[in-house]
């Protein structure tokens, strides 16, 4: 197999490797022209927020979607009433060198009227996107992030320490790779501060971390779950140590905030702290699901999420792959057809560790080629875009 | 951690553990934990070199070790938890 594959030249310098069509709603009470704007379309996806009332949170991760290096186009699809701007949105996008359209239903007439004229922007901005320059990629060109969701007892021991052991050979080669879960760090305070590469990331890994007790104890929430129970995790502190593994052992560079990517050119090992600043309102549980976690990573510019699952799970992803991991070896079988690798050689002791983290990068490689995760093919495309409050800082 | 669903009384070596063996007191299912000794109540409970939480009530070696015996230190619904199922019974359904 080939290490090189084409990929897509962004105006940035990132380049993507896929590239979708993207049907922004603004508000709830347009998602289902949206969605029936991008149906039948095989290269347009949905995403969208359901608020009226707008939230800076909610707008960035928008327009880091919008503008991912897996994005040539974006139609932004307004009702006429909500405070979230579907021409900005498309002003952004087209400044980025992307084809982008808008348009408030209320300007056009009915649900009929609507979804045609939606298509004819489709249409239009397909052509725009053939003549979008392409460009030859390797895996260093590649930022990766991970997530894990249904953890049971083969998570921590199998699939999050291949996902680790594949992220050292991706930074190895020049890539990013990026974590979240910080609600699934509880009790590592000082592992992580260890993991730091400088002191000012020291610093920035402590104060992601300090925010986990208050914001937890403040939702009466952790981050552990029935499921978890059943397959043999006991306490969130257990859930953690497994959950960790899929960082791998290199040290951390910094910590993003939600909507923010790793610096052009930053290869290396990140932390993405999607957790609510504490200084701002709450807007309830706002940490709820896989599916959050996934967009936040995509959100950050990966251009693939790992998901290692231990008692099955079915998610994907709109924009990036999401490439399913699971070591338990009932699961894989069970959902034939839903998870990409089957990393359970490792518990059965088959095959070494080494082995294992080869296989997943000529897996991404694939994927990254083109090849379509079990998620693709499927359709899943869920996403999840929530009022919450972080403070950013624009550089 | 039990690699294969054990019934009581059943004779099993500890991997990695210079030839520990020790029998089970109770059903444990794949994947649970194996109590490796004796713990007295409140005793911190170690997994990976880490303590994953207390015992809830004293612990013989061989015990299963889980939800209706080991909670954890910082979410306060840990004890709530159905032991087999895991599902929560602390919110009310009415």
């Not at chain 1, 040290?251 to 790793?262: E, R």
């Not at chain 1, 994927?367 to 079990?374: L, M, S, V």
């Not at chain 2, 520990?20 to 444990?28: A, D, F, Y």
Request: hydrophobic letters at 40%; proline letters at 5%; glycine letters at 12%.
């Amino acid at each position: 197999m080939s290490d090189t594959w084409q990929g897509w030249q962004r105006d940035d310098g990132r380049m993507g490797i896929r590239n979708h069509l993207l049907v922004v709603y603004t508000v709830q009470c347009s998602q289902m022209v949206a969605q029936q704007i991008a149906a039948g379309e095989p290269n347009a996806q949905v995403i969208g927020f359901h608020g009226c009332t707008d939230n800076d949170y909610a707008v960035r991760l928008l327009l880091a979607l919008a503008r991912h290096p897996n994005v040539g186009g974006v139609l932004a699809v307004g009702l006429g009433c909500e405070y979230v701007r579907p021409d900005l949105i498309a002003q952004r996008v087209g400044e980025s060198g992307r084809a982008a359209a808008w348009f408030r239903i209320q300007d056009i007439g009915g649900t009929a009227d609507s979804i045609a004229h939606g298509k004819m922007w489709l249409a239009d901005l397909s052509r725009q996107m053939a003549g979008q320059p392409r460009g030859e990629m390797t895996v260093g060109d590649l930022c990766i992030g991970a997530e894990c969701g249904g953890s049971d007892w083969t998570s921590g021991v199998a699939g999050n320490p291949a996902v680790g052991a594949m992220f050292d050979r991706l930074i190895d080669a020049g890539g990013a790779a990026v974590v979240e879960e910080t609600l699934e760090m509880v009790g590592l305070a000082d592992v992580l501060r260890q993991r730091a590469a400088t002191p000012e990331a020291a610093d920035a890994l402590t104060q992601a971390y300090e925010k986990i007790e208050p914001y937890c104890r403040a939702t009466g929430q952790w981050s552990v779950s029935p499921g978890n129970f059943a397959g043999g995790l006991t306490t969130i502190e257990e859930k953690s140590l497994g959950a960790f593994c899929k960082s791998g052992s290199k040290p951390f560079q910094g910590v993003l905030k939600v909507g923010q990517s790793p610096p052009a050119g930053a290869a290396g090992l990140w932390l993405l702290d999607s957790v609510p600043d504490l200084d701002g309102p709450l807007h309830g549980l706002s940490n709820p699901n896989d599916t959050e976690g996934i967009i936040d990573l995509i959100a950050a510019g990966c251009h693939i999420v790992c998901f290692v699952t231990g008692r099955g799970s079915l998610i994907g992803g709109p924009i990036a792959p999401v490439f399913k991991i699971t070591g338990n070896s009932d699961t894989f079988r069970r959902l034939a057809g839903d998870i990409d690798h089957d990393a359970s050689a490792l518990l059965s002791g088959q095959k070494q560790m080494t082995a294992v983290a080869g296989e997943l990068i000529a897996q991404v490689q694939r994927i990254a080629a083109g090849e379509p995760t079990c998620a693709e093919r499927l359709g899943h495309h869920e996403y999840l875009i929530p009022y919450k409050h972080q403070n950013v800082t624009r550089c | 951690m039990a690699l294969d669903d054990f019934p009581a009384g059943e004779q099993v070596c500890v991997r990695g553990g210079d030839g520990l063996t020790l029998r089970t007191r109770e059903k444990v299912p794949r994947g649970h934990k194996v109590a490796l000794a004796d713990l007295p109540e409140s005793a911190p409970i170690r997994r990976y070199g880490h303590v994953i939480g207390l015992a809830t009530q004293p612990i013989a070696t061989g015990s299963w070790v889980h939800l209706h015996n080991c909670r954890s230190q910082w979410d306060e619904r840990s004890t709530t938890f159905d032991r087999d199922s895991g599902a929560a019974t602390d919110t009310p359904y009415v």
